[in-house]
């Protein structure tokens, strides 16, 4: 559950942290590879799109699903609408949980690993498809070490068939569960599944080119389907999978051992550090990939079509309107302008805050809050509410966009017809040679037809200057959301 989204990360290491825990909650991160292959390919059942704000995968599925069409150019807002819906596409081979919340405004992205990035994805994020953490914002390792500090595990004593269960699932994953050391099952397990993400994701990424061909296409669904089958064979998925989703069940240590060593790292572990210009100290949080140039960019082209179809998410998410993914006052130019295409470049960064923050731990039915009337980290709704409704894993990016603008015809009548008639009169002379010609040729035709002036076509849109934006801004953050928490187990606490 730390990282939901793994472009950019190393397949070796994928999915497993310092604790060994990344992978409990199955329900979470692992991807089933016939759910993957459905995702990326548009075969089998697709879920209906989900009753709070839209998951990645709602947006893909609107947009496969939309049948809207046009001839004509697109607003500014459509624009925002149409990349929100890209950016749907781009992040949907990730979690089926994993929302991606939109900027509100132009925000030309801050240097990485810098104060101000770590600050803004480490706020905690609302339920919500646009980013807006209101006037008091609250940080996530606020709301860590206030869980830490309140919260109160009890271990569970399994019966001997649930031991015996527990001491197989432990013996499959891990060398030294307490130590968070994993066997090579559970390691080459983690290594074909972080390969299965990058194939589905990649061919994700393919289908938003306008240029790719049905021979890429095709054989990148065949890689696709061949990382499913090497992740079910190889890679012992029904034994790894049933092993994780006892671990989640029963943990992998004891709940109290769990919260223990969680206060220890963020107490004694973890690094902090102090931003030279506020003062604030903030714990250790890294960026994959460190840098945005070392980022996987991924272009997208947009036709004027492509616009017109990808703006219909906001029929079934008008929420959505309130993102501003492009500047609308600079591309219309007080509304006269339209867009026509477009062109950008977009990437996932990761966020990484493995050293002091577990959010695996919010998910185990073994704690609760010591004071029973305290509010809850988050209460499971829909849309969810709490202290911790969800917080961010990841950035999408964009760059170097360039919008293709057109301006409407605005030519009165008056204009229009004289420039019809100065281009009849240029047009006449040589109409009439040609029906000469006919006429010594074929009288009869020459005499149906008569003298043909070929039409003046007078366009509706002229072109007008493009529209460039060639920073790296941030367009959404990617956000996983949090279960039911605490949702303590009432056999566990049932003498209370």
């Not at 019966?159 to 269960?165: F, I, V």
């Not at 714990?283 to 616009?307: G, N």
Request: overall charge negative; proline content about 7%; hydrophobic content about 40%.
């Amino acid at each position: 559950m730390n990282q939901t989204l793994h472009w950019a990360a190393e397949p070796e290491t994928l999915a497993i942290t310092q604790n060994g825990t990344a992978l409990l909650a199955a329900e979470v991160n692992t991807l089933n590879a016939i759910e993957v292959l459905e995702a990326v390919t548009g075969t089998g059942a697709a879920p209906p799109p989900s009753a709070g704000p839209p998951t990645s995968r709602d947006l893909a599925e609107v947009v496969a699903d939309a049948d809207r069409s046009g001839d004509d150019p697109s607003p500014a807002s459509a624009v925002s609408l149409a990349l929100a819906a890209c950016i749907g596409e781009y992040t949907a081979a990730g979690d089926r949980s994993a929302f991606p919340s939109f900027a509100t405004t132009t925000w030309v992205a801050p240097t990485p690993m810098s104060f101000e990035l770590v600050y803004q994805s480490s706020l905690v994020a609302a339920h919500a498809s646009v980013w807006n953490p209101g006037p008091s914002p609250t940080l996530l390792w606020d709301v860590w070490r206030d869980v830490l500090d309140e919260a109160e595990a009890r271990d569970h004593e399994p019966s001997d068939e649930e031991l015996t269960r527990i001491e197989a699932a432990r013996a499959l994953l891990y060398v030294d569960a307490d130590a968070g050391s994993v066997t090579d099952i559970y390691r080459r397990y983690a290594k074909l599944q972080g390969e299965l993400i990058v194939a589905a994701s990649r061919h994700a990424q393919l289908q938003l080119s306008e240029t790719v061909s049905e021979t890429e296409l095709d054989a990148s669904e065949a890689a696709v389907a061949n990382a499913a089958s090497r992740l079910a064979i190889e890679g012992r998925q029904s034994d790894v999978e049933a092993a994780i989703q006892t671990i989640a069940t029963y943990g992998s240590s004891r709940p109290t051992k769990l919260f223990t060593r969680a206060r220890e790292n963020f107490d004694l572990v973890t690094i902090w550090r102090t931003d030279a210009a506020s003062g604030a100290r903030y714990p250790e949080t890294s960026f994959v990939p460190a840098s945005f140039e070392t980022a996987a960019w991924t272009p997208i082209q947009l036709s004027r079509a492509d616009i017109i179809k990808r703006s219909s998410v906001g029929d079934r998410y008008p929420e959505l309107s309130e993102a501003r993914l492009v500047d609308h006052g600079a591309i219309d130019a007080g509304e006269r302008l339209l867009v026509d295409g477009l062109k950008a470049e977009l990437a996932f960064v990761a966020v990484r805050r493995e050293s002091w923050f577990n959010p695996d731990l919010l998910g185990l039915r073994a704690w609760r809050l010591k004071d029973p009337t305290a509010p809850l980290v988050s209460d499971g709704a829909v849309p969810a509410a709490g202290r911790l409704p969800a917080f961010a894993v990841g950035l999408v990016l964009i760059r170097n966009l360039e919008l293709a603008r057109v301006v409407e015809n605005q030519m009165t009548f008056e204009e229009e017809r004289r420039l019809r008639q100065e281009h009849y009169d240029r047009e006449y002379p040589a109409a009439k040679a040609r029906h000469e010609q006919l006429r010594l040729v074929d009288p009869r035709k020459a005499a149906l037809e008569g003298i043909r002036v070929p039409p003046l076509l007078i366009p509706r849109y002229l072109p007008a200057d493009p529209y460039r934006r060639p920073e790296v801004c941030i367009a959404a953050f990617v956000c996983q959301l949090v279960p039911r928490s605490p949702d303590p187990d009432p056999v566990l606490f049932a003498d209370e």
